[in-house]
Nanobody, 127 residues
Framework: QVELAQSWGGSVQTGGSMRLTCTSS????????MGWFRRPPRKGRQGVAAISATGDFTRYADSVKGRFTISRDNAKNSVYQQMDDLKPEDTAMYFCAASVNGGRYSRSLDRYDYNSWGRGTQVTVSL
């Protein structure tokens, strides 16, 4: 059973930055795609960013392109999401996820491609 431990989130003003960390209890070198999802208030879970097994390929939702950056460090069993120029519409519960499906180039934004999930971290962006 893979456990994904997420860092604390918090509150930030519009235009601010925040970095999320997710650390796995098992080696991320054994995983293919890793990703970040979010669930805004009164909405469903949506894919935000994903990264391939060795970190060479990424994929982003249109709403965060140019503002969010996903990265991973398999030596530290961790995946990160740097969020810059945050907007109120980025307010959500953020979840990290890991997959053992697909191949080395997989970087999926589809929640059904993932096997393991973190418990979530609240990020609130105020005006």
């Amino acid at each position: 059973q893979v456990e994904l431990a997420q860092s604390w989130g918090g509150s930030v003003q519009t235009g601010g930055s925040m970095r999320l960390t997710c650390t796995s209890s098992t080696s991320t070198a054994l995983m293919t795609s890793m990703g970040w999802f979010r669930r805004p208030p009164r909405k469903g879970r949506q894919g935000v960013a994903a990264i391939s097994a060795t970190g060479d390929f990424t994929r982003y939702a249109d709403s965060v392109k140019g503002r969010f950056t996903i990265s991973r460090d398999n030596a530290k069993n961790s995946v990160y999401q740097q969020m810059d120029d945050l907007k109120p519409e980025d307010t959500a519960m953020y979840f990290c996820a890991a997959s053992v499906n697909g191949g080395r180039y997989s970087r999926s934004l589809d929640r059904y491609d993932y096997n393991s999930w973190g418990r979530g971290t609240q990020v609130t962006v105020s005006l």
